[in-house]
């Protein structure tokens, strides 16, 4: 009984060291992807298909005219290379459909895919399994930091925050008192977006009134609504109004110039939708923090069409010296698109580059 006890105890300790050890190396692994590193990335290194055919295909988080510009991008990049590249929307703007939508792509025989996860976590298994199958995918606009995807192409969105935030340092000299809106704070852009914001007006007099009011993505009805409360709540208190998520800027808008209020409050958004872009030009907008999706799409083509031609650690060395000369970030897996700052004062320059691209917005 004596043996059988100690037998028993060296097992028990066995299983604990072995517990422990995938613990640690659970641990490494998300701290790598974090960083943005991928462990993922060796299995990719050489080339996958380095000649015939190549089917590509982008999947979107959403059905968007921010997207449009994104499809421009990847139209680029798809008439360079010669080669079959896609993009598509889920029908609803809901994991499972977007899940769906993914897995069509890889029964189809996919050789790359491009995706902004609706839900980073609850997508990372889905990445993970076309990583295993020897698919190369990578993420673009919204990331999924725990999964195995080689790359991640978007905007970093806490410096985006930080450029708003600067931006209404500007507006603000002396303070104010600002109010925020945005689809939902759950979202990881949402709040890296926001914490920017906050991390640049540390300082100054500029205070928010309350945390960001959140929609749902109810782009029309609750969206408006929340500006509504906004304005009844705070009254004269409230000197200015932050959109964080692209439709929060038209919102806005609407809603103060029902009001009447437009002397009274200063309105900071982001992104270029038509509309965003039309008020900028009216006068009834201070200022827009716009993203890249044209890139998203152009530098997510190529990056997969490279990556089977040359393998990861090709495609970066090809790709790295252009991105860079066009004031890009590249930070071992992660492309940082940057954003510019639209102001009444620099819209139509930014609007006649934007027209060269065959598009009216992003």
Do not use: H
Request: some cysteine; charged content about 25%.
């Amino acid at each position: 009984m004596k043996r059988l006890g100690m037998s028993t105890a060296v097992l028990i300790g066995v299983v604990a060291l072995v517990g422990c050890s995938k613990q640690g190396q659970q641990r490494t692994s998300d701290a790598n992807r974090r960083s943005g590193s991928n462990t993922a990335a060796a299995d990719f290194n050489g080339p996958r298909k380095a000649s015939g055919d190549l089917k590509i295909k982008l999947i979107t988080n959403g059905i968007s005219p921010f997207w449009d510009a994104m499809g421009k991008g990847l139209e680029q990049a798809r008439d360079e290379l010669k080669t079959d590249a896609t993009w598509q929307a889920p029908q609803q703007a809901d994991n499972n459909a977007q899940k769906r939508v993914f897995e069509d792509a890889l029964a189809a025989g996919c050789d790359g895919i491009g995706v902004s996860p609706i839900q980073a976590d609850a997508f990372a298994s889905v990445i993970d399994d076309a990583i295993d199958r020897g698919v190369p995918v990578i993420t673009f606009d919204s990331d999924s930091e725990k999964s195995k995807r080689l790359l991640y192409i978007g905007t970093n969105n806490y410096e985006a925050g930080k450029a708003a935030g600067m931006e209404a340092r500007k507006l603000f000299p002396n303070g104010g008192n600002l109010v925020a809106f945005v689809g939902n704070m759950s979202a990881q852009n949402a709040r890296d977006r926001y914490q920017g914001f906050l991390d640049a007006i540390k300082g100054s007099n500029i205070k928010m009134l309350k945390d960001p009011y959140e929609d749902d993505k109810d782009a029309v009805g609750r969206a408006r609504r929340n500006v509504a409360d906004a304005i009844v709540r705070y009254g004269d208190q409230l000197n200015g109004l932050v959109g964080l998520y692209s439709y929060n800027g038209p919102a806005i808008v609407d809603e103060v110039v029902k009001q009447n209020l437009r002397s009274k409050l200063k309105i900071i958004c982001f992104d270029g939708e038509p509309k965003t872009l039309k008020n900028l030009q009216a006068g009834l907008v201070d200022v827009t923090v716009v993203q890249k999706p044209y890139e998203f799409g152009r530098i997510a083509t190529k990056a997969l069409y490279l990556i089977n031609r040359k393998g990861l650690k090709g495609a970066l060395e090809e790709m790295t010296p252009e991105l860079e000369a066009a004031g890009m970030k590249v930070n071992g897996a992660v492309i940082d698109t940057g954003v510019q700052v639209i102001t009444p004062a620099n819209s139509a320059e930014f609007l006649k580059a934007l027209k060269d691209k065959g598009l009216s917005s992003t």
